[in-house]
T-cell receptor
């Protein structure tokens, strides 16, 4: 069975700092990888996803993530965070079975 | 257009009672998922429906949990004889179901916050 590990439970940054949230998964086959975000008081929504092709994917609001197959990783990055990026971020893995496995989430707090 | 809706938004019940949680997916979406999110934890997969195929129930934690999807649209998650450990946010998501089982974005509802006293 696949599993997803997010290394940081809570990250606190000042505005303009760079962000990298770690995500590692365990599954030997072909995967699709996602980052979802939940802003305070809002629904979970897709930030970006990797399906195939270029392992560097770009999402909304300046976020990007790089799929490194050899490391089973899909880390999320943003060069300069804003206060509005304060949210909870979830990494997820989907296999051919259809269901997704989510990590425990990382809460990002950006200080203005 | 309308997104995924769930009802009720909050539910408080007494231990031992049964509860029903409802999910209305985005119109035309054939795939529907239920997750549970306990305090401070990630999303725990419960069940997955895809069209007319048999649902994937592998995430249901016990036989007190069941779900059905009528007419390929609305889904109901039922928890019988609720326990305090069932307290959590129950999230429903749907996806188009047109690109096979891989790579589809899931669209989430607002969740139902269940509290079992």
């Amino acid at each position: 069975a696949q599993s997803v590990s997010q290394h940081n439970h809570h990250v606190i940054l000042s505005e303009a700092a760079s962000l990298e949230l770690g995500c590692n998964y365990s599954y030997g086959g072909t995967v699709n990888l996602f980052w979802y975000v939940q802003y305070p008081g809002q629904h979970l929504q897709l930030l970006l996803k990797y399906f195939s092709g270029d392992p560097l994917v770009k999402g909304i609001k300046g976020f990007e993530a790089e799929f490194i197959k050899s490391k089973f990783s899909f880390n999320l990055r943003k060069p300069s965070v804003q206060w509005s990026d304060t949210a909870e971020y979830f990494c997820a893995v989907n296999t051919n079975a259809g269901k997704s496995t989510f990590g425990d989430g990382t809460t990002l707090t950006v200080k203005p | 257009g309308a997104g995924v809706s769930q009802s009720p938004s909050n539910k408080v019940t007494e231990k031992g009672k049964d509860v029903e949680l409802r999910c209305d997916p985005i119109s035309g979406h054939t795939a529907l998922y239920w997750y549970r999110q306990s305090l401070g934890q990630g999303l725990e997969f419960l069940i997955y429906f895809q069209g007319n195929s048999a649902p994937d129930k592998s995430g249901l934690p016990s036989d007190r949990f069941s779900a059905e999807r009528t007419g390929g649209s609305v889904s109901t998650l039922t928890i019988q004889r609720t326990q305090q450990e069932d307290s959590a946010v129950y999230l429903c998501a749907s996806s188009p179901g047109t690109s096979g089982r891989r790579g589809e974005t899931q669209y989430f509802g607002p969740g139902t916050r269940l509290l079992v006293l």
